[in-house]
């Protein structure tokens, strides 16, 4: 920066540049209170522009911070403690399960007591005579005149969190071993420090006078003007950038979808996220033992009570069609269906039952649906999978319905979307036949995308169809981190303000 930059500078960063003179390198906090700022975003308002024009340089790091899980740990005994005085009090060397009555702790808080105390030092524990005894150590005799480091520092954090630099090592490592005792907070630190074009603005000398923006009458009545310094405009200095308000991604991925079918001569099918048993499973010719009905994979509602099933005569045939295949030309599979079993109360696990359902409402072609909505499973939380997720379905039915149309429906409702690399492979479903699993190109490796087919007559035929029915079923999630190089699914459902705002307004 020239000689003259210290003109461009404004009050408030000149008064920053002479405070920094004076502590060197600070925090925002620390130059608040030296240079007696009124308030933080002063400083950091100040400090942007500095950086813009070269004369400071602001360093982060990522600090972390402790404190209390609970507040009443900082003048709470630690359970050791409470074991101790009891020991103390027992005198000699006194039987376990006396002790445990003496000290008063629950079976729970008196093991943990136990271990810590050993782990410290404090007692030790012997079996005489077939009898487990506990004896006080000369370390726990020590320990009752005073607090150890682990109790010292809870008191220290029952005051204020403190940093990580600030805590002995091995203290802080024991407490983090044990359960509700400390928690652990990340924040940014941020150090602010002159550059060398900084240090010679400050050796030429700022002066600091009172800046206004503009002229006023009682500035120029009362010769006030010749003291104060005028703000002068700079149409080249750094402006911060401005992000308008928009939809989340996700959701403009599904209006994306939603406009995709809608162009292709689709109708969009709806239906609620509680459904009978008898629509999610039943209806799909999927078994009433089937692994997917477990608990462990299936959210049942508990209350909900029986939910009421379609009219009586489809509820019949649906049965037939699992107990002998109700003239399909299918054998079934030969089991006693129970309508209990189809009554209960489920969250969707897949959006299929909103295909089933619209066809019984529909049986007759020229039909073309689909649908975007969330599904849910209990699936264990990783990378790529979600206990929510939302699910693409769609179906066509038509007297000329084939594999191959399936196939090519898909792979241009891939190619709209903007993903390469689309391929599909054989797969197994109990309710299509063929069955096929769409994968797409991601990171190298194929990733699969959800399932597709043709569905048997033991699905269309107990509802009326009569012609072949091609449908899918594909996770918008794991193609949305396909389009998006996005490695962890979880990051979609992350508020990370800096992707939401950088991100395109047309994903």
């Known amino acids: 920066m020239s000689q003259g930059a210290a003109v461009s500078l404004s009050y408030l960063e000149k008064r920053v540049l002479l405070t920094l003179g004076e502590t060197g390198k600070a925090t925002p906090a620390d130059v608040q209170k030296a240079g007696k700022f009124r308030e933080l975003v002063e400083v950091m308002n100040a400090a942007s522009w500095l950086q813009a024009k070269g004369l400071v340089s602001v360093k982060e790091r990522m600090v972390r911070y402790y404190g209390l899980a ?83 520092l809870l008191q220290d954090l029952g005051k204020s969190e403190l940093p990580e630099e600030a805590i002995d090592p091995q203290v802080l490592r024991m407490l983090k071993g044990r359960q509700e005792i400390i928690r652990e907070r990340e924040a940014v630190r941020r150090e602010i420090s002159l550059t060398a074009e900084g240090e010679a603005i400050l050796r030429k000398g700022v002066e600091l006078k009172e800046e206004v923006a503009q002229l006023t009458p009682n500035l120029l009545s009362t010769g006030k003007w010749r003291k104060v310094e005028i703000r002068p405009y700079d149409v080249t200095a750094f402006a911060p950038s401005v992000y308008p308000g928009k939809h989340h991604p996700l959701a403009r991925y599904i209006d994306r979808v939603r406009q995709i079918f809608l162009r292709m001569g689709f109708t969009e099918m709806t239906g609620d996220f509680v459904q009978p048993s008898f629509w999610v499973y039943d209806a799909l010719f999927q078994p009433q033992d089937h692994p997917a009905r477990d608990m462990l994979d299936t959210f049942y509602l508990e209350g909900a009570g029986r939910m009421k099933l379609p009219e009586d005569s489809l509820v019949a045939r649906i049965a037939e069609v699992h107990q002998s295949g109700g003239g399909t030309g299918s054998t079934g599979w030969g089991y006693s269906w129970q309508r209990n079993e189809a009554e ?28 975007v909505g969330r599904s849910f499973r209990r699936d264990a939380l990783d990378a790529t999978h979600l206990p929510e997720f939302y699910q693409v379905e769609g179906i066509i039915m038509e007297e000329a319905a084939s594999l191959g149309m399936l196939i090519g429906t898909i792979k241009e409702f891939y190619r709209q979307m903007g993903a390469e690399g689309v391929r599909v492979r054989p797969g197994y479903f109990p309710y299509t036949e063929p069955s096929l699993e769409p994968e797409v190109l991601f990171g190298g490796e194929w990733m699969e995308l959800g399932g597709a087919g043709i569905f048997r ?34 990051e979609l459902y992350l508020s990370d303000i800096d992707w939401l705002r950088r991100h395109p307004l047309r994903p």
């Open 70 to 152: 609970r507040k009443q740990w900082a003048t709470k005994n630690l359970p050791e403690r409470v074991l101790l005085k009891a020991l103390n009090k027992l005198r000699g060397s006194p039987p376990l399960d006396e002790l445990r009555m003496k000290s008063g702790l629950d079976e729970k808080d008196f093991t943990i007591a136990l271990g810590w105390a050993r782990k410290k030092g404090w007692l030790s524990i012997d079996k005489v005579a077939g009898e487990t005894k506990v004896t006080l150590a000369d370390k726990g005799r020590l320990a009752l005149t005073g607090k150890e480091a682990d109790e010292a």
């Open 344 to 371: 209960r109360a489920v969250l969707r696990s897949h959006t299929t039952p909103l295909s089933v359902q619209y066809l019984y409402a529909h049986p007759n072609p020229p039909v073309k649906a689909f649908s």
């Open 457 to 490: 007559p033991e699905v269309t035929a107990p509802l009326g169809v009569t012609h072949p029915v091609l449908a899918w079923g594909l996770g918008l999630e794991r193609l949305v981190m396909a389009l998006e190089g996005i490695k962890d699914i979880r």
